[in-house]
């Protein structure tokens, strides 16, 4: 295992109103570690994940990238993060093939598929020409995980991956996670689903009570 952590939180706190929602979150995490942050709404798991994904600035305390503060390597950072809303935040007068497409010319995609092969992996085949608003919540949160396929990122941060999909959606995802970190990925996500994956992470966030509780 490396020294110096991929991404390290140091008693990163967050206050709304001066009211704090959550304090002293400390982790550090290594290529290959998944980290579940859990706990009930309003406990600031989503306010976290922002943080995490700099869309929020903590109030106070440290993320570090590589051993770097991320204030400092933002672009850098941000090249190797994939972020993914509880919203799967997909075009919903596009297509399937021409949200990826132009998801593709967005990003950096090192996949050598073809976007009609992606779009059968993720279980869209059949699907590839409808317009999204069309689709189920679920077809249309598959519609997003396509990314993952694409994404050179090493660094996903996950908001409620699971929403509105399917047992076969969850084992395609969790497949999907399980790749990423076998290859020295790092995942963050929030998430009540029991994952089934082996040797993660897990922090509780407290709702209405300072401090966030860190179990292994």
């Known amino acids: ?3 110096v952590p991929y991404l ?6 967050f206050a709304r109103d001066d009211l704090p929602l959550f304090e002293n979150v400390c982790i550090d995490l290594f290529p290959g570690d998944i980290l579940q942050v859990e706990g009930p709404n309003g406990s600031g798991k989503t306010t976290l994940l922002r943080i995490i994904s700099t869309a929020l600035t903590a109030t106070s305390g440290q993320l570090r990238w590589r051993g770097n503060p991320i ?5 850098g950072y941000l090249s190797d993060l994939l972020f993914m809303g509880h919203a799967p935040a997909v075009k919903a007068s596009l297509t399937p093939a021409e949200n990826l497409k132009w998801w593709r010319r967005m990003h950096a995609d090192t996949s050598v598929w073809s976007d009609r092969e992606i779009l059968a992996k993720i ?3 059949g699907f590839e020409d409808l ?8 077809q249309q949160r598959r519609v997003a995980l396509a ?15 699971f929403t509105a999909i399917d047992k076969q959606g969850v084992k395609l995802l969790e497949k999907l996670m399980a790749s990423h970190v076998s ?11 029991t994952l089934t994956l082996d040797n993660y ?16």
């Open 131 to 138: 317009p999204c608003y069309s689709l189920s919540a679920g």
């Open 8 to 13: 390290s939180l140091s008693s990163v706190s």
């Open 147 to 161: 990314r993952m396929l694409i994404s050179s990122a090493n660094v996903w941060i996950l908001d409620e991956p």
């Open 183 to 193: 290859n020295g990925g790092v995942i963050v996500l929030s998430t009540h689903q």
């Open 71 to 75: 204030s400092s390597v933002r672009h």
């Open 201 to 216: 992470k897990r922090m509780t966030l407290t709702a209405h009570a300072p401090g966030a509780a860190y179990a292994g």
């Open 123 to 125: 279980g869209l085949q």
């Open 1 to 3: 295992m490396p020294d």
